[in-house]
């Protein structure tokens, strides 16, 4: 393969739904990014073209640039890179230094591109979920239960309880039922006196 038949990197530009918005990505030129992306040229000189994309599927890492190999570079290994959060100057003179080099297969990938490393697979972080309460052991729960139901036996006044009230409500009427019994029969036996003496 001669340079003149090998094609050069190419690059795949998300501009859509979130990619290259303000509203996603809001204090970066969108369009100068993409102006400057499609004036790359490649180690040999060519034009590196641009395909613009609506969207590349994982728009929590946008701006999502995907460069692919040159065929030289396919040849020697090299597969297309997925770079997210692309949205610095910086990044995009990594991405034309690299490909200046050659790209994926022929240039090792640039320092500064390193930690935007990403993948058309790549899942949304999820949000860090709020610790849970402990659980108790049951045997705790249920002596924390005996507690508050004796709390709440406790007497609630000077001295007594509600069963300690209860009793004595009781007893009271005991008592009252026994005293009209006792009343009852006196009259009976007075009565019984009265009747017997007359008899």
């Given at each position: 393969?001669?340079?003149?038949?090998?094609?050069?990197?190419?690059?795949?530009?998300?501009?859509g739904c979130c990619c290259g918005t303000r509203k996603k990505v809001p204090g970066v030129d969108h369009k100068a990014q993409l102006a400057r992306l499609s004036a790359v040229e490649d180690h040999l000189g060519r034009s590196v073209p641009v395909r613009t994309s609506k969207c590349?599927?994982?728009?929590?890492?946008?701006?999502?640039?995907?460069?692919?190999?040159?065929?030289?570079?396919?040849?020697?290994?090299g597969r297309p890179v997925w770079l997210g959060r692309i949205t610095e100057d910086e990044h995009l003179?990594?991405?034309?230094?690299?490909?200046?080099?050659?790209?994926?297969?022929?240039?090792?990938?640039?320092?500064a591109l390193a930690d935007h490393v990403t993948s058309k697979d790549a899942k949304k972080p999820k949000k860090p979920k709020k610790?849970?309460?402990?659980?108790?052991?049951?045997?705790?729960?249920?002596?924390?239960?005996?507690?508050?139901?004796?709390?709440?036996?406790?007497?609630?006044?000077?001295?007594?309880?509600?069963?300690?009230?209860?009793?004595?409500?009781?007893?009271?009427?005991?008592?009252?039922?026994?005293?009209?019994?006792?009343?009852?029969?006196?009259k009976d036996r007075k009565s019984g006196r009265k009747g017997g003496g007359k008899g």
């Open positions: 393969m001669g340079g003149a038949d090998a094609g050069p990197c190419r690059l795949t530009v998300c501009r590349l599927g994982i728009c929590f890492q946008a701006d999502v640039v995907v460069v692919q190999p040159s065929r030289e570079g396919r040849a020697a290994g003179e990594a991405v034309d230094d690299w490909i200046s080099a050659g790209g994926p297969g022929l240039a090792p990938l640039p320092e610790p849970k309460k402990l659980k108790k052991p049951k045997k705790l729960e249920k002596l924390e239960k005996d507690k508050k139901r004796k709390k709440s036996e406790k007497p609630r006044g000077p001295g007594k309880s509600k069963k300690d009230k209860k009793s004595n409500r009781d007893e009271k009427s005991k008592k009252d039922k026994k005293s009209k019994k006792d009343k009852k029969s006196k």
